[in-house]
């Protein structure tokens, strides 16, 4: 991640030589973690398995991945931030957050963290922080395009019944997801992290310039975002 202040722009370097071949996952290094930083990481591990689901680019593979990691994160989320001394919980976000990079190496990102991005690079706000504001609002807006694969988030989190008709369980991913920020103390709106609201056609110029607006599943123009910004505002 490289962040120009003098132009005050982030980017990501992404090269398969950068990727690790192991990865080793140790629970107990998560139980200092200050909750501030386990929220913000845990709900960006969310934001990258939900919107690595929904890419253009996903395959099988990397959906089935995403959706493991959003199963994961749904069971142990709440338990890691309530109780950082359970070491099954924090494996379990651990894992999630690994197998959900795995998923978006494949299949990158989408509007969330195209939007995100600016409010970092111009506020500070950190990196997980504004993809918790953002995610619901993103997720809404792509939601008509990708009815059913939002549909299997909520049954991934395990918020809706079989029976459950396709758009319903659409809206209540949405809605299950908006709960699970709220419920772990993840701050709810930009103007609550300190974003000035002047310059959210600034930010949207940034956003539409990301390469991960070309992966998301419903075409985005420049309005979308400001309208989209505004909601989250
Ligand atoms: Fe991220």
Redesign the pocket.
Known sequence: MITFTETQRKLVLNHTALYPEYALLDPTLLTTVPRQAQVAAGM??L??AVESYLSREATKRSQQWALRAIELIAQHFRIAVQNPADLEAQAGMQQAAMIAGLA?SVSR?GIV?AM?LPLSALFGVP??VA?AILLPYGLEFNRPAVVEQVGNIARAMGVCKDSDMTEEASKKAVAAIRELAEDVGAPGCMREVGVAEATIERMAQDAIESAHISRNPRPVKIDDIISLYHKAY
């Open positions: 960006d591990a934001t990258h978006f990102l963290h995100a990196h997980g993809n």
